[in-house]
């Protein structure tokens, strides 16, 4: 009797979800749903209507990239591991710009991404330091690049890893279908490259976007 009132005041509390049998099939679950350390993989990623802010008159540009990632697993914890990128390239085209892409930095090294366990399945938290990188600026001649103050940041939830397959829409101003979407938690903020002759003042360069669609490639 006294174990179960015991076990009884527990349950109130949300303590039995910790420890025990219960907890220890949740465990093995999310131990199932999460890759090997090790393992690398590739998937297509797209990002649709972003804004970019620059020193520019009205309508400011809305892009969409599209493009992918390669990333390595790496160990974490107990319920999560991390993620780091090897390879990230999402292109776009615009008339002033020419082509536009972000890809990795020069220099620095993009922190790790992360791959948790979830309620419902894995929660998908991603940090990527990034350039953006103009072909030209109107009349004058690139290549331009800018890279991140601070990584870019998204956070999703995925009912697996990979996400379900991403399938392109046939019409290229529509985000895709499928596949998981990562919800930003604010624009991506960009530092000024070198200075040139004719450029206007880039210090204050934003990439306002939603969020970023993943999934496998189909």
């Not at 319920?79 to 008339?95: A, G, I, K, P």
């Amino acid at each position: 009797m006294l174990r179960q009132a015991a076990a009884a005041a527990l349950a109130g509390t949300g303590l039995l979800l910790t420890s025990g049998p219960n907890a220890q099939a949740a465990q093995r679950r999310a131990a199932a749903l999460l890759p090997v350390i090790g393992q690398t993989f590739t998937m297509p990623m797209n990002v649709f209507g972003a804004t970019l802010v620059v020193p520019l008159p009205p309508p400011l540009p809305r892009l969409n990239f599209i493009g992918g990632i390669s990333v390595e697993v790496l160990a974490g914890g107990a319920d999560f591991v991390r993620l780091q990128t090897l390879d990230f390239n999402l292109v776009t085209e615009h008339d002033l710009f020419g082509r536009v892409r972000l890809t990795l930095p020069a220099l620095e090294v993009s922190p790790p991404s992360t791959l948790q366990e979830g309620p419902g399945g894995l929660v998908h938290t991603w940090l990527q330091s990034m350039a953006m990188t103009f072909d030209r600026w109107g009349d004058l001649t690139g290549p331009f690049t800018l890279e991140t103050s601070q990584p870019a940041k998204a956070s999703g939830d995925l009912p697996q890893f990979l996400p379900p397959p991403l399938i392109a829409s046939t019409d290229p101003h529509r985000p895709p279908t499928g596949g998981a979407f990562l919800t930003a938690t604010g624009p991506t903020h960009f530092k000024a490259g070198l200075p040139a002759d004719g450029l206007p003042d880039l210090s204050a360069v934003q990439l306002q976007w939603d969020g970023i669609y993943e999934g496998q490639p189909t």
